[in-house]
């Protein structure tokens, strides 16, 4: 069975919400735009970035806080036949049987319209049914990174007055409104994914007329990565982060590899000769040992970015600047 046959449902972390929910959505933005949808105000993305980067800046966690995550759905080229809107409502609602979620989805069509699909931008929070606002029970000292300090020197400067960038919210008055529930769990696990992936897939198939065109999800022999847990206080977490790192950027390589034309095959051939082989061949001569593996991993990423690379220049060699067929 060739590619086309198989569903194709890719998840991202969303890092500016209202940027990303601006771009799927806006008419000037995109060239094949056929239909925009939402379960929300605009406002209510101001809201969730907002308690989002509070909530992220109080943990003290190194990186970039998550706003949000996006799935990108292919579809089946005929669907594009459809009622534009009644077809991405379809789509989203499926989504929302499950998920009691915010979410906004945009039908797009790629610039040479080669790729019909769907971006479906959703949050990782129900909204609470009622308001949720703390009071401070004394005065409370918040720095220019908006971190709560215990006292009220360390938010001044030497001439003891409140530094630009700092606040106090004094006894009785609210210092913190959520209006959002607590992240679901469920949204980070690969459990998430492989399960909307059928889902959608389910979805598709239930409207699609040619049964040529009807999918499945590829499960075994997958070309994809797993990426491993990493418990609480594991000493070997840095080791385990890395290595994930790794891990996702073959997975990141191996949609791009897919979206750009190659099929499952030949991304599973090229898993096999730079990961699976090799690390068969390093357990025989020298046991486990994660460096090697991290080796190993390293020069197929390498490797699979270029296999991509290629495939783009193959596919727009015989186009003019514009990107039309020459």
Partial sequence: MNRRNHSFVMESKLHDVKGRVDYISSPKRQENLYAVFSNVEDSYWDLLAEQNQRDFAKSGTDGTCIEARELIIMLPPSLIGYDHELLLK?????????????????????????????????????????VEQKIASRNMFYNESGKHVRTKKEILDEDGNLRSGCKIIKKGEVYETNF?????????????????????????????????????????????????KIGKNNPKEAEIRADNYLRQEWNRNVDRALLTGASEVEVMMAKQSQIDEPVAESLRQHGQDPKLFTGILQKAVGYLRGFVEFLREMKYCDRDPEGNPL
């Fill in 90 to 130: 379809y789509m989203t609602s499926v989504f929302l049987e499950k998920y009691d979620v915010g979410c906004c989805a945009a039908l797009h069509h790629n610039k040479s319209k080669t790729n019909l699909h769907i971006h479906l931008i959703f949050s990782e929070r129900e909204i609470r049914q009622e």
């Fill in 180 to 228: 959002f529930q607590p992240k679901k769990e469920e949204f980070k696990s690969h459990a998430f994914l492989e399960n909307i992936k059928q889902v959608m897939t389910d979805a598709i198939n239930e409207i699609v007329k040619d049964e040529n065109e009807k999918l499945q999800v590829f499960q075994k022999g997958s070309p994809y990565l797993a990426t491993k």
